[in-house]
């Protein structure tokens, strides 16, 4: 069983930056990509962003391109989502997953186990 445990989630004024980071329990953590996905309230759960097995490969969302960077540590089994120019719009939960597979996709049903969620809070 695989248990990811996001942190550095909190409140930010819009321009700022948070950095999240989701570690995983297991061996095979750098067998397999890696997302971020986030949902507002009423609104349904989306991608934002996912990295391969190495690292190699990173694919994001367009609302987020150019402003958060996902990134991945295999000796330490974490993912990190660094998040900068931040903008109410980003308000959210955010959730950690790991695919089935190893390359970077958007698609949900790739992804086959979550974290809990960490809430982004983004003031105007």
């Known amino acids: 069983q695989v248990q990811l445990v996001e942190s550095g989630g909190g409140l930010v004024q819009a321009g700022g930056s948070l950095r999240l980071s989701c570690l995983a329990s297991?061996?095979?953590?750098?067998?397999?990509?890696m997302g971020w996905f986030r949902q507002a309230p009423g609104k349904e759960r989306e991608f934002v962003a996912s990295?391969?097995?190495?690292?190699?490969?990173?694919y994001y969302v367009d609302s987020v391109k150019g402003r958060f960077t996902i990134s991945r540590d295999n000796a330490k089994n974490t993912v990190f989502l660094q998040m900068d120019s931040l903008e109410p719009e980003d308000t959210a939960v955010y959730y950690c997953?790991?695919?089935?597979?190893?390359?970077?996709?958007?698609?949900?049903?790739?992804?086959?186990?979550w974290g809990q969620g960490t809430q982004v809070t983004v003031s105007p």
């Open positions: 997953a790991k695919s089935a597979g190893s390359g970077a996709t958007d698609a949900r049903g790739a992804y086959t186990y």
């Open positions: 297991g061996r095979t953590f750098s067998r397999y990509a």
């Open positions: 990295i391969s097995w190495s690292g190699g490969l990173t």
